[in-house]
């Protein structure tokens, strides 16, 4: 058999060469103005696309039947994408507004959970990329969830109302957004598995039909993830682009509110002879800083001091927070590592109680840093860094099912 004797054969030709020439595309724009044109940043961009490129067809074709649906982790140590916090695990799951469904899990002990119905994609200029840019819908947050004493749970979604969780679903729902925020690398992820409840038959494999819009919705990932990543923020809010190393106000609106957190992102610009301190004051709640690169993606969360929440950060005697960002290891516990990065982002996220910090920044050059922060700063010696690292690279792996 050769080409041409399938009916489909000249349809799906055509299909995969579009896929290539959009990936090829998408690449040019590694080479943006935003991303510097360092070995590092240079290698970080291409990383950033082949990445999503492994998880393309998953999102396009393998989960994207929302009469069989999966649940998805779309972001891991190895995969990052859409300003990602590395203290999250994020999963999503299709679904539609006409089947109902059911989740079937173990709670865990992360200290943050929500699931999130999440509706159509306006359209206009100002929507983020597949799979992102739909509008909340509905959500059930951790301290809704009902749990047997095992903590196990069912929770329904769409269809009439029943059980102690439900979630209702509309005509245009399309997909569960499902989020995990965890403290301390002793926690545990939620475990869980989703199910179409009046499922009769195996699923259908993929047809031609199938195969051509996956390769469509593919390419269209593709490229709208290098077209909107890094300028999105710089362009719809977000990012103080004319004022580097300093945060803006904390973002919080009503899609916010469902998705149960405050944000605001800080663009740092950082020369090798200098340190940013971030301080702020001890609050309540659960808080995340996460460092990310030019593409806003985390950086190296699995081997890296990058990331921190309230039960690993040390705490002045003043009551205050101080963060050390710098591209070496400055010997304060409180480090944030650079990875070699010239410039990045850095998010901060509020959750649960409480009210988010104000949050203030002090460029200083690495001599002076001793000065700018108080003496009893806690400070850590080469192999508490590195238990440090491999507390942190066991709590991570926990988290993915990647070790005990």
């Known amino acids: 058999m050769a080409f041409e004797d399938g009916p489909d054969d000249a349809a799906l030709k055509t299909a995969w060469a579009q896929f290539c020439d959009r990936l090829k595309s998408a690449g040019e724009r590694v080479f943006k103005d935003h991303n510097p044109a360092s070995d590092l940043h240079r290698a970080d961009g291409f990383r950033f696309l082949t990445q999503n490129l492994g998880q393309a067809f998953d999102l396009a074709l393998e989960t994207k039947d929302s009469r069989y649906p999966a649940i998805h982790t779309f972001c891991n140590p190895t995969r990052k994408l859409g300003g990602d916090c590395a203290d999250f695990v994020y999963q999503q799951a299709w679904i539609d507004g006409e089947s109902a469904y059911r989740i ?89 598995r989703i199910e179409r409840v009046d499922m009769e038959s195996p699923k259908p494999p993929p047809t031609a039909a199938a195969m051509i819009d996956a390769l469509a919705w593919a390419g269209d990932f593709m490229t709208g993830l290098m077209d909107d990543w890094p300028e999105y923020p710089f362009r719809f809010g977000g990012v103080d682009a004319e004022h580097p190393n300093r945060f803006p106000g904390v973002h919080h609106t009503g899609a916010d ?76 516990h409180n480090w944030i590592d650079t990875q070699g990065f010239e410039r990045g982002n850095l998010t901060y996220r509020h959750m649960l109680e409480g009210t988010p910090a104000e949050l203030r920044t002090r460029l200083v050059t690495l001599t002076d840093l001793p000065d700018a922060l108080p003496p009893d700063s806690r400070t850590v010696s080469k192999a508490e860094r590195v238990a440090q690292m491999w507390e942190r690279f066991n709590g991570i792996r926990r988290r993915y099912g990647w070790g005990p």
């Open 104 to 192: 079937v899990g173990e709670r865990g002990t992360a200290r943050f959970f929500n699931i999130t119905v999440q509706g159509p994609r306006p359209d206009g200029e100002g929507v983020l990329h597949e799979p992102f840019g739909d509008v909340p819908e509905a959500n059930l947050s951790g301290d809704q969830l009902r749990t047997d004493p095992d903590g196990t749970f069912e929770i329904h979604i769409g269809g009439p109302q029943r059980g102690r969780n439900w979630l209702p679903t509309t005509s245009g729902s399309r997909k569960l957004f499902i989020r995990q925020g965890f403290d301390s690398w002793q926690e545990r992820p939620a475990r869980m």
């Open 257 to 332: 509110a469902k998705r149960g957190r405050a944000a605001t992102n800080m663009h740092w610009v950082l020369r090798r002879d200098e340190a940013l301190v971030i301080e702020f004051d001890d609050h309540e709640g659960l808080w995340m800083l996460t460092n990310m690169g030019v593409f806003f993606t985390s950086m190296d969360y699995l081997y890296r001091p990058v990331s921190y929440t309230p039960s690993r950060t040390a705490i002045d005697g003043d009551g205050k927070v101080r963060m050390v960002l710098a591209h070496e290891d400055p010997g304060y």
